[in-house]
């Protein structure tokens, strides 16, 4: 069965430094979903994008978030510059259709030191 | 905007014994609502999922959830747990039929499952 694949698992980084977590959705979904959970918080809603572009983002999605479909197979999150509390799980989804139930990755651990 | 509560943020349970995890939901819309479990150090799998129809959902692994309206609830039930089944299980809520799609999280019942 199709999957969605993040990587890496687990990335450390310094504060203030970027960092790039990568996705690839299955491959006929359009819908690509951004989700981060702080260690013992609820899953929270980053953003959504469709057609090449963010079609929702909420207040946590702020300047130093951006994300990006480079090449027609990855999905990118990227943080301009990391801040001790953007240390979470960071869970891609993609679905087929807008109401389609969404697929999960893995998730990368971000831990910002 | 919907918003899910977990009422039980733990749940121990001996193996065979059935298991009930609570989810009520509030939305001033029609809603769809979803179960996924995350087992440890993985991602979120969909267990089940109410869209429309019959208000009783099966979903894999012999978990099921009903769909109550008028308590505005959608509780997960499995009758007979395995070992397996331990985990952290998470209730959502979508806008059913209409734009907004993302996801809304409760914040997860830990369930431990003991011989």
């Known amino acids: 069965e199709p999957e969605v694949t993040q990587t890496p698992s687990h990335q450390v980084t310094q504060m203030g430094q970027e960092v790039i977590l990568r996705c690839v959705p299955i491959s006929n979904h359009l819908y690509f979903y951004w989700y981060r959970q702080i260690l013992g918080q609820k899953v929270e809603f980053l953003v959504s994008?469709?057609?090449?572009?963010?079609?929702?983002k909420s207040e946590i999605f702020d300047d130093q978030f951006s994300v990006e479909r480079p090449d027609g197979s990855n999905f990118t999150l990227k943080i301009r510059s990391t801040k001790l509390e953007d240390s979470a799980m960071y869970f891609c989804?993609?679905?087929?259709?807008?109401?389609?139930?969404?697929?999960f990755g893995n998730g990368t651990r971000l831990t910002v030191t | 905007a919907q918003s899910v509560t977990q009422l039980d943020s733990q749940v121990p349970v001996f193996e065979e014994a059935p298991v009930e995890l609570r989810c009520n939901y509030s939305?001033?819309?029609?809603?769809?609502l979803f179960w996924y479990v995350q087992y440890p150090n993985q991602g979120l799998q969909l267990l089940l999922k109410?869209?429309?129809?019959?208000?009783l959902v099966k979903g894999i692994n012999g978990f099921e959830a009903e769909f109550n309206k008028s308590q505005t609830s959608f509780h997960l039930r499995k009758p007979s747990v395995h070992i397996s089944d331990t985990a952290e299980y998470f209730c959502a809520v979508s806008g059913g039929g209409s734009n907004d799609y993302k996801l809304s999280f409760g914040a997860g019942t830990t369930v431990t499952v003991r011989a």
């Open positions: 994008f469709y057609n090449n572009e963010i079609s929702e």
């Open positions: 109410y869209l429309s129809g019959s208000t």
């Open positions: 989804a993609s679905s087929a259709t807008a109401n389609s139930p969404l697929h």
């Open positions: 939305s001033s819309v029609s809603v769809y």
